[in-house]
Nanobody
């Protein structure tokens, strides 16, 4: 599985941004898809994940109520809608795919990673 994330950019605090991650292959719907982020000087952090059917969704505490993950299995794409952005959301955002049906948000659960897209939130 190859993953290509896009949609990052510069946005003011309080604004919104939508990330997309397109996946190759014909078994996209069998993967749990996730987003992680890594801010400068910090460890990579779990943001959110969605099961293959979309029936299970997980969010990290720092983004609950502001970010929404969704997927379109017909288009092999997962989305991350980010609202009410804060300067502390500034990071490189990575999409990832897991063969697991259920995840706890650990990096080790994800088998494939995209290249990352930079999100910068100005104050």
């Amino acid at each position: 599985v190859q993953l290509q994330a896009c949609g990052g950019g510069l946005v003011q605090a309080g604004g919104s941004l939508r990330l997309s991650c397109a996946a190759s292959g014909r078994t996209f719907s069998s993967y749990t898809m996730g987003w992680f982020r890594q801010a400068p000087g910090k460890e990579r952090e779990f943001v959110t994940a969605i099961s293959g059917s979309g029936g299970r969704i997980y969010y990290g505490d720092s983004v609950k109520g502001r970010f929404t993950i969704s997927r379109d299995n017909a288009k092999n794409t997962v989305f991350l809608q980010m609202n009410r952005l804060r300067p502390e959301d500034t990071a490189v955002y990575y999409c990832a795919a897991s063969r697991r049906a259920v995840v706890a948000g650990r990096e080790s659960e994800f088998d494939y990673w995209g290249q990352g897209t930079l999100v910068t939130v100005s104050s």
